[in-house]
C-alpha cells in the first residue's frame, strides 16, 4: 500500500503542491493506487507493478495523449518538472494524474448504457492510426480456447464428481466452434481494444461518461471484445428467480438494455454482419471461460460449490438458446 511518505516522496517531482491527504482507491488489484488532495488540486497517484514492463507503460501513456488529442475522455497523465510521464524511485515507477470528478455506474439509470455505446464506438474509432501498438495476445473468446479449460477439469475430476456437466460443456464447446470457428474470429474487425470495459472503469456525470479508465489491457483483438465485455457487466437486469449466487455473473443479458448500448455503437461505428452473427457466441464463450476458470481456481472447493458454478454457466447459454434472435436484432444494422 502507498504511505504517506512514499506519496510526499513522488510529489516532490512534481509542481503540484504540498500533500495534504491520501487515501486508497476501492477499485483495482494490478497497481497501488491511491487518491491524494495537495494545496493545488485532487490527483490520483499510482505505483506500478514490477511485472509491468517500462515500455508498456510509456506506451499506454502515448495512446491515452493520442485519446486526448483526438477529445476521447481518457485520463490526464501529468509530467513531472523533467517532462517525463513517470518517476523512478526505488526501481519502482510512479505516475501521477488529475482526478476525474464523476459517480459510478448506476444500474437504476438505463441511458447511461447508450452513453457506453457511443464511448466504446468513439474510442474504437479514436485508436485508428495509433502508432506502433503492442504486439497481439492470444485471441480473448475463441470458443476453441474452452477446450483446454475442460480438458484441464476432466484430468482433474478423479471421482467423476462433474462428469455429467463437462460432458454437457464439451457439446455445448463443439456447436460454438461450429458457429464461430478460429477462421472466422480471425476475420473479424480488429483493433486496439480496451481490453478491461467494466463499471469499475467508466466514470459517470448524470447519464453520460465523464471518462474510461484503466489502459492496462490494451492489446489487437476483435472489437467485439469490448462490446461484450460491457454488455455481460452492464446490459444486465435483476437476476432471475433461483440464480446461483455463487457463480461467476451478476444475471442474465436484459435484452432492453442491450438494444440501448448497441444502437448508439451502431450510430457510430456500425457493427458488420459477421460480427452481429457472431456476438452471440462470443458472450456466451465469455459466460462459459469465466465459470470454467473459477472452478480451475478452487481445486479445494467442494464438488457441489463447483457444479453450482459450472451449472450457471450451463443455465446462460440455454438462455442464450431462447434468445438468440432477440441479441441477433439488437445487432443488426437496419
Do not use: C
Amino acid at each position: 500500500m502507498l504511505t504517506h511518505d512514499d506519496i510526499a516522496r513522488v510529489l516532490a517531482y512534481y509542481d503540484v503542491g504540498e500533500l495534504r491527504s491520501s487515501r486508497p482507491a476501492s477499485h483495482g488489484a494490478i497497481n497501488e493506487t491511491a487518491f491524494i488532495e495537495t494545496t493545488v488540486g485532487r490527483f490520483v497517484i499510482r505505483r506500478n507493478r514490477r511485472h509491468i514492463g517500462f515500455q508498456s507503460i510509456l506506451l499506454r501513456h502515448r495512446l491515452l495523449d493520442w485519446l486526448r488529442q483526438r477529445g476521447f475522455p481518457a485520463p490526464r497523465v501529468l509530467p513531472a518538472r523533467n517532462g517525463e510521464t513517470v518517476v523512478i524511485l526505488n526501481d519502482r515507477v510512479y505516475e501521477l494524474s488529475v482526478f476525474i470528478i464523476g459517480d459510478e455506474f448506476n444500474p437504476s439509470r438505463p441511458r447511461q448504457l447508450s452513453d457506453i455505446g457511443r464511448v466504446l464506438a468513439s474510442y474504437h474509432r479514436a485508436v485508428t492510426g495509433f502508432p506502433d501498438p503492442p504486439p497481439p495476445p492470444p485471441p480473448r473468446y475463441l470458443p476453441s480456447s474452452l477446450s483446454s479449460l475442460t480438458e484441464r477439469l476432466i484430468t482433474r475430476d478423479l471421482l467423476g464428481d462433474l462428469t455429467v456437466t463437462l460432458h454437457w460443456y464439451e457439446r455445448r464447446i463443439a456447436e460454438l466452434r461450429r458457429q464461430l470457428s478460429d477462421a472466422d474470429y480471425a476475420a473479424l474487425p480488429h483493433l486496439l481494444i480496451h481490453g478491461d470495459i467494466h463499471r469499475d472503469n467508466l466514470i459517470f456525470r448524470g447519464d453520460a461518461v465523464a471518462a474510461l479508465i484503466d489502459y492496462d489491457q490494451i492489446g489487437i483483438d476483435a472489437r467485439l471484445v469490448d462490446l461484450a465485455d460491457g454488455l455481460v457487466d452492464m446490459a444486465v437486469g435483476p437476476p432471475p428467480p433461483n440464480w446461483s449466487m455463487w457463480g461467476v455473473y451478476r444475471a442474465p443479458l436484459d435484452l432492453e438494455r442491450v438494444k440501448l448500448l448497441l444502437s448508439a455503437y451502431n450510430a457510430i461505428a456500425p457493427l458488420s454482419k459477421s460480427e452481429a452473427n457472431a456476438l452471440p457466441a462470443i458472450l456466451e464463450v465469455i459466460w462459459l471461460q469465466g465459470n470454467l476458470r473459477r472452478t480451475l481456481s478452487t481445486p479445494d472447493a467442494d464438488p457441489d460449490y463447483h457444479l453450482e458454478l459450472l451449472g450457471q454457466g450451463q443455465w446462460l447459454s440455454e438462455w442464450m438458446d431462447r434468445h438468440r434472435e432477440h441479441v441477433l436484432a439488437a445487432a443488426m444494422v437496419y
